[in-house]
């Protein structure tokens, strides 16, 4: 009793402080999950994947990972193939990812199509579509992200290559034998989720999840396309943020993309500073990518104008912006944000003066043109194409469903943020839904750990989560704190707060572990 009251003591120290206190009360009533969890599907083997596989069968539950991509990594699998050309204006967010593929009504599963004779552009638009290359280009690099139980070789430099990274991901996969060429019946690659619906028995009452997938077989002679489906008790949804691309909404864009969409391209088709040799380059977007693109191409293009969105009320920049700015080289120029594209005149001929004759308006009047490339750095946004029932993009940012309507609170309305989240890891409505990395601005690799190890105690029953109504209390609550207003701010993390709460997240596990056994887990080394 007195080590459970030292934990208690130590989660109401930290409560205050973190994103959505989880206020622990022995003596409230806690969640009943409706069936048993022995089952567990995960979408996406990038690093939020892959420790959820780990975690969840140290726990002994029964663990498939489905990946559209070729191989493990996520973001971190470069290749030089570019994903599909980012439409403008932005689509609906239930196909701003993929459109899904659904079998034919009726039909016995698996069912197979295969095809001979297409033509090879088809095959690698399909496969494209169905693969989705990652947003990251041949020059990224990173100072180390890691998995606390692998640590790096001392000789590794201190700024590593995509390549070290995807490598050491894989090495991750390997040692959990789920990399791609382990031949694992827990890992299925090529292998995308198409739809994931409630699954009911005789009496109509939901007794877990059935999940709709389609695999790509690619050979030299064929393409084979199979949907299955297998049915599970929960899903963890580790799918990434950077699956539908954002673009900006300016008076005149669509025109210029229409006209000219091999010049008008979002971050993630960028790959090779040599492709903007001697050109005149505008980058719309003063965050990660459009600041990092700026430094990579500053020394091959002629001119590169970077232009940012600064706050209505002149105050300054966030820290993460100036960080991330600070590496723009001083042959950049940074510009204000764009009020309008002048329309461009349909020339039937010369299409490098029409791209070039085009007036871009800023919003201090300046007007600038000689453009060769527009680059929109202007992010992603959230999408979950396999849950058609859980989005409502009718919902302006910050409607809600009226409480008592008998509907489910969305997950995405806009796709600027995802909500219904208790602890941004479960989903109030059916909390047999977990998700990892959907936060902003948090090591993806660290922060995943306590993530993943947070949904198995609870689905192991090691671990307590309050009652729907306490989430839900929490939750508004949590909205309220934040103005009220659905967004960004919401799911966005900076340094501290992901360590406040994984320390709230280290205190609350093991005071649970006091009372309905598990073991007791550690807080990240101090460094």
């Known amino acids: 009793m007195y080590l459970q009251t030292i934990f208690l003591l130590s989660l109401l120290a930290v409560a205050s402080g973190v994103q959505e206190p989880l206020y622990y009360n022995e003596h409230s009533s806690s969640y009943q999950f409706k069936w048993p969890i022995r089952k567990v599907a995960i979408v996406g083997a990038g690093a939020g994947g892959l420790v959820a596989y780990r975690e969840l069968t140290q726990l002994g539950f029964e663990v498939r990972i489905f990946e559209r991509d070729s191989v493990p990594g996520g973001n971190w699998h470069y290749t030089d193939e570019t994903p599909l050309h980012a439409p403008v204006p932005n689509l609906d967010i239930s196909e701003a990812d993929f459109r899904p593929h659904l079998p034919p009504d009726d039909i016995q599963l698996p069912y197979e199509q295969t095809f001979d004779d297409l033509e090879p552009k088809v095959v690698e638009e399909l496969r494209r579509d169905h693969r989705a290359p990652t947003p990251i280009w041949s020059s990224l690099t990173s100072t180390g992200p890691k998995f606390r139980a692998l640590p790096w070789p001392d000789y590794i430099p201190l700024t590593l290559t995509h390549n070290h990274v995807q490598r ?302 306490h989430m839900w209390n929490l939750h508004w609550q949590r909205l309220k704190d934040a103005g009220g207003k659905y967004g960004r701010n919401l799911v966005t993390l900076n340094m501290e707060k992901q360590a406040e709460m994984i320390r709230y997240i280290v205190g609350w596990l093991n005071h649970d572990a006091l009372s309905y056994g598990g073991r007791l887990i550690d807080g990240p080394a101090e460094e």
């Open 168 to 469: 050491y991901i894989r090495t991750f996969a390997s040692l959990h034998g789920v990399n791609s060429n382990d031949g694992s019946l827990n890992a299925s690659y090529n292998t995308r989720v198409e739809r994931v619906d409630k699954r009911y028995n005789t009496e109509g009452e939901a007794v877990g999840w059935t999940v709709t997938l389609r695999q790509f077989i690619q050979t030299k002679e064929r393409l084979r396309l199979t949907h299955l489906k297998q049915d599970f008790d929960a899903v963890v949804l580790a799918s990434g943020r950077s699956n539908a691309p954002n673009a900006p909404d300016i008076p005149g864009l669509a025109q210029w993309d229409e006209l000219y969409p091999q010049r008008v391209t979002h971050s993630r088709e960028y790959r090779h500073r040599n492709e903007f040799v001697n050109q005149t380059v505008l980058i719309i977007g003063g965050s990660v990518s459009g600041a990092g693109i700026a430094e990579d191409i500053s020394g091959t293009a002629n001119k590169v104008f970077l232009s940012i969105r600064t706050k209505k009320d002149d105050s300054p920049l966030s820290e993460v912006r100036k960080m991330h700015l600070s590496r723009v080289p001083k042959n950049v120029s940074i510009v204000p944000e764009i009020r309008s594209f002048h329309e461009l005149p349909r020339l039937t001929s010369n299409d490098d003066l029409g791209m070039r004759s085009g007036v871009i308006e800023l919003a201090n009047g300046t007007l600038l043109q000689g453009f060769d490339r527009i680059i929109l750095a202007t992010g992603f946004r959230y999408t979950l194409p396999f849950f058609p029932q859980y989005q409502n993009s009718s919902l302006r940012a910050n409607e809600t469903i009226p409480v008592g309507s008998g509907q489910p609170q969305p997950l995405l309305t806009d796709g600027t943020h995802i909500r219904s989240l208790h602890m941004d890891l479960f989903y109030i409505e059916e909390p047999t839904l977990g998700f990892i990395n959907f936060n902003l601005n948090v090591d993806a690799f660290l922060y995943s750990e306590f993530a993943a190890v947070v949904i198995g105690k609870v689905w192991a029953g090691e671990a307590k989560l309050p009652s729907a109504q």
